[in-house]
C-alpha cells in the first residue's frame, strides 16, 4: 500500500507506543486512524512478531515494529501460566523457584521492551508522544524528551490486574504514580476508572473519558425466523471471565434457548469437556476482528459474564458491550458498576449474579421473552449513535486540538 501524502506542520505529529503487535487492537488503530484522517502524521510503535511486519503502512498512519532477539528469547523462556503459584501457594515448594524465574524473565522482557520502544519512538522526533497503558509509560517519556508532550491512554488500571505478588502491585502503583505526573494530558476508558486513577494517583485533572466504541458501521441487523433463541458469547476464552459459569447455567435454561460460543482461547478444550452432554451448548470458530458485530447479530442476546477477580475487573468497561450494541443486540450482563450504569439507565438487557450459574439462567430466560426481548432491541437501536466511534473520535479530537492550541481545557 502506498502512504498518501499528508502535509502537516511539527505541532501534528504523533508517535503512539503500544506492546501488542497491532495485530487486533481495535483501540489504538481507530486512535491513530481518526488522528491521521483530521491531519496529524501518525506512527505507532510497536513490537515485531512472526504474525507481521517491520513496516506497515495502513490507511491513515503507519507502524513501525522494531526487532529484538533478545525480547524474543526472553519471551519464550517465560511462562505466564506459572506465575499463578507465587500468588496462590498452589504449587509445591520445589516448583515455587520456577515460577520465580519466569516472574524475572517477564521483568527482563518487559525492561527490554521500553529499551527498544523509546529508542525507534526517539528517532521519529515527534511533537506528540502518546502512551498506551502503563507498559509503555517509561519508554514514552524517555522518548519525548522535556519538551514534547505526553498523551497517556490509560486502558486498564494496569498494575491491579498482573497476577503476580501484592507488593510487586504495589511497586507497579508507585511508579506509575511517578510517571502519570509527566504526561500533560491522561485518557482512559470509562469515567469509573478515570475517577479512581484521579483519586489513587492525586491527579489535578480528572482524565477524559473516550469509551472503546466501534464505528456506527452500516450493519445489517438479522432477522431471525426460528423459533430457538440464541445468547451469545463472542470473545477470548480466558480465565476470569465467567465463562465456566456461562455453560453450566445451560443447566436452567427453558427450551427454546441455546448457548452459543464464539472464539478461542486457552481454556477452550475446558469449557467443551464441561459442555458434555448439555445439548443447549454449541461452540463455534471465531471470526476476525473486523466481523465481531456483523456476525453477532445473528444472535438474540449477548453475554457478558467477567468475574470482578480484582479492582480492575471490577470496574472494566469490555469491549464486548459496545460491540452487542452495534449487532442490534440486547445484553445479559453480569453486575459490576459500568454495565449496571449503561445497562440499566437505557434499558438495554439484565443483570445477573457472576457468581451464580442460575441467576444466569434466569436473566437469559427473563431476556429472551419477546416482550423484554422486543422492547430492549427497540432501545438499542435508539443508542446506538450514542454509543459509537463517531461519537468518542470526537472528544478525542478536541484533546488533540487542544494540545496543539491549548484554550479552555482546564475550565
Same mark, same amino acid.
Given at each position: 500500500?502506498?502512504?498518501?501524502?499528508?502535509?502537516?506542520?511539527?505541532?501534528?505529529?504523533?508517535?503512539?507506543?503500544?506492546?501488542?503487535?497491532?495485530?487486533?487492537?481495535?483501540?489504538?488503530?481507530?486512535?491513530?486512524?481518526?488522528?491521521?484522517?483530521?491531519?496529524?502524521?501518525?506512527?505507532?510503535?510497536?513490537?515485531?512478531?512472526?504474525?507481521?511486519?517491520?513496516?506497515?503502512?495502513?490507511?491513515?498512519?503507519?507502524?513501525?515494529?522494531?526487532?529484538?532477539?533478545?525480547?524474543?528469547?526472553?519471551?519464550?523462556?517465560?511462562?505466564?501460566?506459572?506465575?499463578?503459584?507465587?500468588?496462590?501457594?498452589?504449587?509445591?515448594?520445589?516448583?515455587?523457584?520456577?515460577?520465580?524465574?519466569?516472574?524475572?524473565?517477564?521483568?527482563?522482557?518487559?525492561?527490554?521492551?521500553?529499551?527498544?520502544?523509546?529508542?525507534?519512538?526517539?528517532?521519529?522526533?515527534?511533537?506528540?508522544?502518546?502512551?498506551?497503558?502503563?507498559?509503555?509509560?517509561?519508554?514514552?517519556?524517555?522518548?519525548?524528551?522535556?519538551?514534547?508532550?505526553?498523551?497517556?491512554?490509560?486502558?486498564?488500571?494496569?498494575?491491579?490486574?498482573?497476577?503476580?505478588?501484592?507488593?510487586?502491585?504495589?511497586?507497579?502503583?508507585?511508579?506509575?504514580?511517578?510517571?502519570?505526573?509527566?504526561?500533560?494530558?491522561?485518557?482512559?476508558?470509562?469515567?469509573?476508572?478515570?475517577?479512581?486513577?484521579?483519586?489513587?494517583?492525586?491527579?489535578?485533572?480528572?482524565?477524559?473519558?473516550?469509551?472503546?466504541?466501534?464505528?456506527?458501521?452500516?450493519?445489517?441487523?438479522?432477522?431471525?425466523?426460528?423459533?430457538?433463541?440464541? #445468547?451469545?458469547?463472542?470473545?477470548?476464552?480466558?480465565?476470569?471471565?465467567?465463562?465456566?459459569?456461562?455453560?453450566?447455567?445451560?443447566?436452567?435454561?427453558?427450551?427454546?434457548?441455546?448457548?452459543?460460543?464464539?472464539?478461542?482461547? #486457552?481454556?477452550?478444550?475446558?469449557?467443551?469437556?464441561?459442555?458434555?452432554?448439555?445439548?443447549?451448548?454449541?461452540?463455534? #470458530?471465531?471470526?476476525?476482528?473486523?466481523?465481531?458485530?456483523?456476525?453477532?447479530?445473528?444472535?438474540?442476546?449477548?453475554?457478558?459474564?467477567?468475574?470482578?477477580?480484582?479492582?480492575?475487573?471490577?470496574?472494566?468497561?469490555?469491549?464486548?458491550?459496545?460491540?452487542?450494541?452495534?449487532?442490534?443486540?440486547?445484553?445479559?450482563?453480569?453486575?459490576?458498576?459500568?454495565?449496571?450504569?449503561?445497562?440499566?439507565?437505557?434499558?438495554?438487557?439484565?443483570?445477573?449474579?457472576?457468581?451464580?450459574?442460575?441467576?444466569?439462567?434466569?436473566?437469559?430466560?427473563?431476556?429472551?421473552?419477546?416482550?423484554?426481548?422486543?422492547?430492549?432491541?427497540?432501545?438499542?437501536?435508539?443508542?446506538?449513535?450514542?454509543?459509537?466511534?463517531?461519537?468518542?473520535?470526537?472528544?478525542?479530537?478536541?484533546?488533540?486540538?487542544?494540545?496543539?492550541?491549548?484554550?479552555?481545557?482546564?475550565?
Amino acid at each position: 500500500m502506498t502512504r498518501k501524502t499528508v502535509h502537516t506542520n511539527a505541532t501534528r505529529t504523533v508517535c503512539m507506543l503500544v506492546t501488542t503487535d497491532m495485530k487486533n487492537d481495535p483501540r489504538v488503530a481507530r486512535h491513530a486512524e481518526t488522528l491521521g484522517a483530521h491531519g496529524f502524521h501518525v506512527t505507532v510503535i510497536c513490537p515485531l512478531s512472526d504474525k507481521t511486519e517491520s513496516h506497515e503502512f495502513r490507511r491513515e498512519y503507519e507502524v513501525i515494529r522494531p526487532r529484538s532477539t533478545i525480547r524474543e528469547a526472553l519471551s519464550k523462556v517465560a511462562d505466564r501460566r506459572h506465575l499463578f503459584s507465587i500468588v496462590s501457594n498452589t504449587e509445591t515448594a520445589s516448583q515455587k523457584p520456577y515460577a520465580w524465574i519466569n516472574l524475572m524473565s517477564i521483568a527482563a522482557s518487559f525492561l527490554t521492551t521500553q529499551l527498544i520502544l523509546m529508542r525507534t519512538a526517539k528517532k521519529q522526533n515527534a511533537q506528540i508522544y502518546c502512551s498506551n497503558d502503563f507498559d509503555t509509560l517509561l519508554a514514552t517519556i524517555f522518548a519525548a524528551g522535556l519538551d514534547r508532550t505526553i498523551v497517556y491512554d490509560s486502558h486498564e488500571l494496569w498494575p491491579d490486574m498482573m497476577l503476580v505478588p501484592e507488593p510487586v502491585k504495589a511497586m507497579a502503583r508507585s511508579i506509575e504514580k511517578v510517571l502519570i505526573k509527566r504526561a500533560d494530558f491522561v485518557i482512559t476508558v470509562n469515567e469509573f476508572i478515570a475517577t479512581e486513577l484521579a483519586s489513587r494517583y492525586s491527579l489535578n485533572r480528572v482524565p477524559q473519558v473516550v469509551y472503546n466504541c466501534p464505528r456506527s458501521d452500516s450493519v445489517k441487523l438479522h432477522k431471525r425466523r426460528t423459533r430457538l433463541k440464541i #445468547a451469545l458469547y463472542q470473545g477470548l476464552y480466558a480465565p476470569e471471565r465467567g465463562l465456566e459459569n456461562v455453560v453450566k447455567a445451560a443447566d436452567y435454561l427453558l427450551p427454546d434457548i441455546r448457548l452459543v460460543f464464539r472464539g478461542y482461547g #486457552a481454556i477452550e478444550q475446558e469449557l467443551r469437556s464441561l459442555s458434555t452432554g448439555r445439548k443447549n451448548v454449541r461452540f463455534e #470458530a471465531p471470526v476476525k476482528m473486523s466481523k465481531l458485530v456483523s456476525a453477532a447479530t445473528e444472535a438474540d442476546v449477548g453475554i457478558i459474564p467477567n468475574l470482578p477477580t480484582n479492582l480492575n475487573n471490577y470496574l472494566v468497561s469490555p469491549n464486548k458491550l459496545f460491540e452487542y450494541i452495534q449487532a442490534g443486540i440486547p445484553i445479559v450482563a453480569c453486575d459490576i458498576p459500568f454495565l449496571r450504569k449503561v445497562i440499566l439507565e437505557n434499558d438495554i438487557g439484565v443483570l445477573f449474579d457472576y457468581r451464580d450459574p442460575r441467576s444466569l439462567g434466569n436473566a437469559l430466560n427473563r431476556a429472551t421473552r419477546n416482550d423484554t426481548l422486543n422492547r430492549q432491541r427497540a432501545n438499542v437501536a435508539s443508542v446506538a449513535k450514542k454509543f459509537s466511534w463517531d461519537a468518542e473520535s470526537t472528544k478525542l479530537l478536541k484533546l488533540y486540538e487542544n494540545v496543539c492550541c491549548p484554550t479552555r481545557l482546564d475550565q
